[in-house]
């Protein structure tokens, strides 16, 4: 049997102008220009099921940490067709704050976290600033709440989480970091988040400055490769290329929610 193919979607919810050197660990003064970051969910759908990868942060996290919000995660849904409330499944890639907020969107999903993400972001790390600043402390209770609910599925490495829907830890940004690779008409799609931010870090093997070990890092960028094949289709976390790479859902959200099972323009 073959598995089932999917429409794969990334919503824009937020963005931060930065300096290009900013993004990179081996950055210069001579790395001019702006490399501002976008902020986006992903949808994961078919006729049977739709899946959603991470879920963004507030205004109030996004007024403390100065980051805009364009369109609330919730606005995006709705102008995709997507009703939270019957969302079933929600895979975290990570728990840094801009991946794992907006509690209670979701209130019938299961939660899909891979268990070393879990240990490291309640564990002896988080009393580091240097690795704790990227967590908010309220998103991780939430999801420790959830636990406890038993609305959290674990992962310990790859895994499936529906057929044609596959789960893979990398490591590296964080300590368990875990990447998304799809089946769809357009061949496999690997939804990156920050395995790597932008392009340019699985392209040109770079890092950007939130690691927690750059070796699982920099051999994670081969990892992506071999679960995209021959087509390269890795979707990376914060790029806004994304835009100008793969055509708009609708005319109605130009700039704001492309098909990323499309041919890329």
């Not at 794969?8 to 660990?25: D, G, H, Q, S, T």
Request: proline fraction near 5%.
């Amino acid at each position: 049997m073959t598995a089932p193919l999917y429409e794969v979607l990334a919503i824009k919810y937020a963005e931060l102008p930065r300096e290009a050197r900013l993004n990179f660990i081996d950055g210069d003064a001579h790395e001019t220009g702006q490399m501002p970051l976008d902020y986006f969910v992903w949808v994961v759908r078919n006729q049977e099921r739709t899946i959603v990868v991470d879920t963004g942060f507030t205004e109030a996290v996004a007024k403390k940490r100065k980051r805009k919000i364009t369109n609330p995660v919730a606005k995006g849904l709705d102008a995709a067709g997507i009703d939270a409330k019957d969302v079933q499944d929600v895979v975290i890639t990570h728990l840094h704050y801009d991946h794992c907020g907006n509690d209670g969107l979701f209130p019938n999903a299961r939660y899909h976290v891979q268990d070393d993400e879990m240990a490291y972001a309640t564990g002896r790390h988080m009393g580091r600033p240097a690795l704790a600043h990227a967590f908010d402390a309220d998103y991780v209770a939430e999801m420790l709440k959830r636990v406890y609910a038993g609305r959290v599925e674990f992962h310990d490495g790859d895994d499936t989480l529906a057929p044609g829907v596959t789960l893979h830890r990398l490591g590296g940004h964080t300590m368990g970091l875990q990447v998304v690779r799809v089946e769809t008409a357009a061949g496999p799609i690997v939804l990156a988040s920050d395995a790597s931010h932008f392009y340019a870090h699985f392209e040109k093997k770079r890092v950007f400055p939130v690691v927690y070990n750059i070796g699982d890092l920099l051999q994670g960028y081969e990892t992506l490769l071999k679960l995209a094949g021959p087509g390269r289709r890795i979707i990376p976390g914060h790029d806004p290329l994304v835009f100008k790479r793969f055509p708009a859902a609708s005319k109605k959200t130009a700039g704001w929610i492309v098909r990323l099972d499309r041919d890329p323009r």
